[in-house]
Structure formats: structure tokens, C-alpha cells
């Protein structure tokens, strides 16, 4: 043991995007912030780093290239993201041209990118490091004791060789699924969600728009960016495939399933799991034998969802990332959850150094963090069976955005997450969002049973229809409080038409629209979409 013990106002148990993120976002807010970064790995990680969460959207697009300054590595070094496509299976899935598409022939107005981890990683170190903080590679935390009687928290931990001790003001926990705090605090709650997971990484490309010969299928995709640079989804009853391109030249490739239809235990190995392709994704086995490459790495993860207790103290901690809450990738969320904990604690931390009283904020943002993953859990949990179903699919894709844009990503785009006062003031609006969310997700799941007409090839545009593009515009206009509040509250107007709209089309077209077009017309006819647009 060294006899020194170093003081730190802020260690953070974990260097991975969760935990960097956090130390850009402290030092960007409090350059006088000391703060220590332990990390189990050696750096720099290696590119094509074996990590879910490439996929990012607008929330967390926005708050990496704006709040942490990080546009111009996303625009150079990793890959524009053409928003979310899905292919509904038909046919048996042995041609992609017959599958319901759904999609966007364009780029939204609000940027997303393709994130390569290992190389984001190892840029985001590098920045934290710039800016002051202290990034120790290869650190074991042997032992964190955490105070609650606000005395300083301490920490041993192993480096090359030597165990070392610090003390600290405040500690973070960001070690991902290793969840040191969350063990020996005791936080952890078992989710409702019951998924499991596979991914793998393949050198070069796995390109959708090679899979048909057919050059008519391919173009028209914003003149130079095609299928490939979507987070493409291969959907069926109780399972998707995700196929992400990397700036790195790998494609991440991983299957997320209901272990009810399609249990972990056929999915032990990569061959394993080609069997399984070649039954459910026959298209997609072919075309990874015949690229006659063998996947840099394979992981399986059993129950993949994560709940917690507790985010954030008054004693002067906090846990982020998967280390805390960790819902679904379907929609990537994982990044946003981090971009919304980064606020709550750095807000957290500057009021106490500055010695404010912060022990109500605690409480406040743990309460609207456990909130908010409840809410959205809603929009995952019972609902992989309907992957399987086209119509109904489709429209709980349209509801989700509808949600997603008008008032999750609106509210931290315009950074009102910890404008408190405003929030209250909200409160009734934002009861209402996740009112109607919970009824239109009970509501897609009886549709499912009721409701399984076959939907024609062809894709859904969803950049064709006008209330979403109002919304993702939307996202980034300048805002008075007062326009705020009067911009939030015709969103979650327009959410509410949307959802009378969608339970009309459920209940009065059941089963007679079959191709996308008819759909768009279907939801033209929303009221508030012209004077939105206009």
C-alpha cells in the first residue's frame, strides 16, 4: 500500500462511455473540478470495441455533439445514421424486396450517427484527460466504502502492480453490468422485461442493398446514402436482427429475442446461431457464409434488462449506464439514459460545491429518472410479439416517435431536465404523455390478436409523414420558458390526436389498409398537422 491518499473531488468507478461521458460533461460545467477516472481496461481500447449501443438518436445525437462538443469527431469519424428501418418478414425472409419496409427515404433534421465504440471511447478519453481529469487504465477497484453521514467516501484499487487508496467527495459508479455499487448497496430490482441478446462483430460490410439484384429497389435513397447506413431491423414474431455499419469497416450484428419463443439456448455459439438464421433469416445466413468471414467476437446475454432502487443520494453518489437502469436496445435508448443521468449529476455536483442545498435536487432527479425509465419500459416490456405482425408494427412505430420526439427528446434538446420550476408547471402534461403511452401499448397488443392482415411490399416512408418531420424539426428551435411551455403543450396535444387517431384506424380500418400509402393517407388526415407545419 502507498502511505499517500490522494483527495479527489469526483472518482468515476468505470472509463467506459457512461463514465468518460460523465467526466466531459463535470469538467465542461466545472473546469475546477478534480476528478479520477479508474478503469479495469487498458487503453486504447481496440476498435469495433465488442459494446451494444453503436445506434445512436436525436437526445443522444445531440447531447454528444452539442452539450459535449463533440460534433466535428462524429461528422469525421464515424458514419451519418440514416434513421431506423425495419423488414417485416414474408415469404419466408428469402428476398428482401417482399418485405414490408419501413423506413426513410432521407435524412431527418436532426443529425444521428453510427458510433464505432472503441474508437469513441478512446477519443473521449483523450478529451477528458485535455481537459484535466485523470484517466487510469488497467485499475482494479478493489474495495469502495461510501459514507452516509456526508464524511468523504473512500476507495482502494489495484494499478500495475500496487494497491492505492483515495478519498473523494463524490463517487460515480459507471462500471457497466459489473454494478459495484448497485451489489453492495443492495439497489438492484429485477425487471418485468424478459429478453435476451446476442451480438457478434464481421469484418467489412454486411450490406442490405446488395441483397436484391433489382437496381430499381436500390436507389432513390437521398441520392447517395442507401439502406446500409440505417440501423437495419430483420423483424419476426418475438425477435429482431440488427445489422449496424461502423466507420471502423465492421458491421455489428445482434439478435434480441422473447426467450418464450426463442430461448437463449439456441444461441450458444455463432454456428448455433446461423442455424437459427438459416430457419428465421435465411436471406441474412447466406449472405454472412458467403462473405466467408468468422466474426471477430460473440457474446450472449441472458435478461438483459436492469432496474434500480436508487440513481442518485444525498450521500454523494450516483450510478449511470448500464451500472444503474438498462431497458431494451430496440430504439437505442441506452445512450439517451446516460445523456439524462449526466445532468442530474453534474447539476447535483455544482450546487454542492457551490454550497447549495442539493439534498431535495436528489431527490427530485432520482424520482423523475426512475420515472422516466418506468414510462418507457412500458413501450418494450409484452411487446416483442408483435415484431412479427406488419400493420400493427408499424403503428406503434409511428406512436413510439410520435412520444419520442414530442416530448422525451424535446425536453432534454431544449435542456429543460433540470428546470424544476418548469417541470412542475408540467407536471399534469407530462402525467398525461405517460397515461396515453401506457394505453396505446395495451391497446397494440390486443391489436396484435385481432388484427393480422398481410401488408403488401413496399416501404413506409416515415419521412413522408408531415407531423413526425414537424417534430424532429422541432427539436432544436430556440425557446423563450414561456414558448416552451406553449410548444410542449401542442405536442403533447398533437400526442393525444395521434393516439385518437391511431385507435380509429385500429378500430374502423382493421384489416383494410394493406400497403403504406394508405397508411400516410390514413394519418394526413390528423387534425393540427397543417397549422404544425405551416
Known amino acids: 500500500m502507498?502511505?499517500?491518499?490522494?483527495?479527489?473531488?469526483?472518482?468515476?468507478?468505470?472509463?467506459?462511455l457512461a463514465g468518460l461521458t460523465a467526466?466531459?460533461?463535470?469538467?465542461?460545467?466545472?473546469?475546477?473540478l478534480s476528478?479520477?477516472?479508474l478503469e479495469r481496461r487498458s487503453l486504447p481500447y481496440p476498435e469495433a470495441t465488442h459494446k451494444v449501443g453503436e445506434s445512436t438518436v436525436e437526445l443522444a445525437a445531440h447531447y454528444f455533439a452539442e452539450v459535449l462538443n463533440l460534433e466535428d469527431h462524429l461528422k469525421n469519424d464515424h458514419l451519418r445514421k440514416l434513421g431506423i428501418r425495419l423488414f417485416f418478414s414474408a415469404d419466408g425472409n428469402r428476398q428482401i424486396e417482399r418485405r414490408p419496409e419501413m423506413g426513410s427515404d432521407r435524412h431527418f433534421y436532426v443529425p444521428t450517427y453510427q458510433i464505432d465504440r472503441g474508437r469513441f471511447e478512446n477519443f473521449l478519453a483523450d478529451r477528458a484527460q485535455d481537459l484535466g481529469a485523470t484517466v487510469v487504465p488497467g485499475a482494479r477497484v478493489l474495495e469502495v466504502n461510501i459514507s452516509i453521514d456526508g464524511a468523504q467516501h473512500s476507495l482502494r484499487y489495484e494499478h500495475e502492480g500496487y494497491q492505492k487508496a483515495l478519498t473523494a467527495r463524490w463517487v460515480i459508479d459507471a462500471t457497466g453490468r459489473a454494478s459495484l455499487l448497485k451489489r453492495s448497496l443492495g439497489l438492484g430490482q429485477e425487471s418485468e422485461h424478459d429478453s435476451n441478446a446476442v451480438w457478434f462483430r464481421m469484418p467489412g460490410?454486411?450490406?442490405?442493398?446488395?441483397?436484391?439484384?433489382?437496381?430499381?429497389w436500390r436507389v432513390g435513397h437521398d441520392g447517395v446514402y442507401g439502406r446500409w447506413y440505417s440501423t437495419n431491423h430483420l423483424t419476426g414474431p418475438g425477435y429482431w436482427v440488427w445489422l449496424i455499419p461502423l466507420a471502423s469497416d465492421y458491421?455489428?450484428?445482434?439478435?434480441?429475442?422473447?426467450?418464450?419463443?426463442h430461448p437463449l439456448s439456441l444461441f450458444r455459439s455463432y454456428a448455433d446461431t446461423l442455424t437459427w438464421l438459416d430457419t428465421h433469416e435465411p436471406q441474412c445466413a447466406q449472405m454472412l457464409r458467403e462473405s466467408g468471414r468468422e466474426p471477430a467476437d460473440y457474446l450472449a446475454i441472458k435478461h438483459y434488462a436492469r432496474k434500480c432502487t436508487r440513481v442518485i443520494s444525498p450521500d454523494r453518489w450516483a450510478v449511470t449506464g448500464d451500472a444503474g437502469v438498462f431497458i431494451d436496445p430496440l430504439y437505442s435508448p441506452g445512450s439517451d439514459f446516460i445523456a439524462i443521468q449526466n445532468f442530474f449529476i453534474a447539476d447535483t455536483i455544482a450546487r454542492d460545491l457551490s454550497g447549495e442545498r442539493f439534498i431535495g435536487r436528489c431527490e427530485v432527479y432520482n424520482?423523475?429518472?426512475?420515472?422516466?425509465?418506468?414510462?418507457v419500459l412500458a413501450t418494450f416490456h409484452g411487446q416483442y410479439g408483435l415484431l412479427g405482425n406488419p400493420r400493427v408494427m408499424s403503428l406503434k412505430v409511428i406512436w413510439d416517435y410520435?412520444?419520442?420526439?414530442?416530448?422525451?427528446?424535446?425536453?432534454?434538446?431544449?435542456?429543460?431536465?433540470?428546470?424544476?420550476?418548469t417541470l412542475k408547471v408540467l407536471e399534469d402534461a407530462v402525467s398525461r404523455v405517460y397515461t396515453l403511452n401506457e394505453q396505446m401499448q395495451e391497446r397494440f397488443r390486443i391489436q396484435n390478436q385481432l388484427d393480422q392482415e398481410p401488408v403488401a411490399p413496399g416501404m413506409l416512408d416515415i419521412a413522408h409523414i408531415p407531423f413526425l418531420l414537424e417534430l424532429n424539426r422541432g427539436l432544436l428551435d430556440p425557446h423563450t420558458t414561456e414558448s416552451f411551455i406553449a410548444k410542449l403543450g401542442a405536442n403533447i396535444e398533437l400526442t393525444a390526436c395521434v393516439h385518437e387517431r391511431l385507435m380509429s384506424i385500429m378500430t374502423e380500418h382493421r384489416g383494410r389498409w394493406c400497403t403504406s400509402a394508405e397508411l400516410v393517407a390514413l394519418l394526413k388526415e390528423l387534425p393540427l398537422i397543417a397549422p404544425l407545419a405551416a
Open 2 to 16: 502507498t502511505t499517500e491518499t490522494p483527495h479527489i473531488d469526483v472518482v468515476i468507478m468505470g472509463g467506459g
Open 23 to 32: 467526466a466531459l460533461h463535470l469538467k465542461h460545467d466545472i473546469p475546477s
Open 35 to 37: 476528478i479520477c477516472v
Open 205 to 216: 460490410r454486411i450490406d442490405v442493398d446488395t441483397w436484391c439484384a433489382d437496381p430499381a
Open 251 to 261: 458491421t455489428s450484428i445482434g439478435i434480441v429475442s422473447d426467450p418464450k419463443i
Open 367 to 375: 424520482d423523475i429518472y426512475l420515472q422516466l425509465t418506468n414510462a
Open 402 to 421: 410520435t412520444v419520442y420526439w414530442g416530448f422525451l427528446a424535446f425536453l432534454v434538446c431544449q435542456r429543460r431536465l433540470c428546470d424544476v420550476a
